[in-house]
């Protein structure tokens, strides 16, 4: 700006040494500062529509970074849950000895027994439960799908069970015809 100064300052001097005439002087720096008003006008329009710019540029620049700002915290979220090494797990249990359900965090798979607070009794737990279920009595989810297999299979009777079935029904009509 002080260069702009200076300059401005030595044409008003060159034009006071070249004209000689005062009203001619009076006119030519009149027209100057006219076509310098004209020009800072300008400027300050331009400097406005900058400024104006920037600060709707900043504004979307914030409103962009909090939109990433959530969705890098719902991505450290999901993150967090896919990728963490949480060793507890919660289990729930119905104890055999009294049927008092509850939950519990086992930290590891390599407790064999847990106890009731309930009954105080200790559950035996089985991390590998095997197929033949020789153990549980019938009450096992295996089992249970076992017998439903069982129950759902059609019945085809054999030409011994039809011959015995046509027998039992004349027993029965000869039954009938006695009383």
């Keep these: 700006m002080s260069d ?4 401005y300052k030595k044409v008003i ?9 005062p009203k001619d002087l009076l006119y030519a720096k009149e027209k100057i500062m006219e076509l ?8 300050d329009r331009l400097t406005a529509l900058t400024d104006a710019r920037i600060k709707e540029i900043e504004e979307r620049q914030e409103e962009i970074d909090n939109r990433i700002n959530s969705v890098k915290s719902m991505v450290d979220e999901i993150e967090g849950d896919i990728y963490e090494e949480d060793d507890g797990y919660e289990f729930e249990i119905v104890c055999p000895y009294c049927n008092y359900e509850f939950t519990t965090d086992m930290a590891d798979e390599e ?12 559950i035996e737990l089985d991390w590998n439960q095997d197929d033949d279920c020789s153990s549980c009595v019938g009450n096992c989810s295996h089992c249970y799908e076992d017998e439903v297999a069982e129950e759902s299979q059609e019945y085809k009777p054999t030409g011994k069970d039809e011959k015995k079935k046509g027998q039992d029904e004349e027993d029965q009509n000869k039954e009938d015809e006695d009383m």
């Design 36 to 43: 310098t008003l004209i020009f800072m006008d300008i400027i």
């Design 4 to 7: 702009i100064k200076g300059k």
């Design 111 to 122: 407790r064999d027994e847990i106890k009731c607070p309930n009954c105080n009794n200790i």
């Design 13 to 21: 001097e060159d034009l006071e040494k070249n004209i000689k005439d």
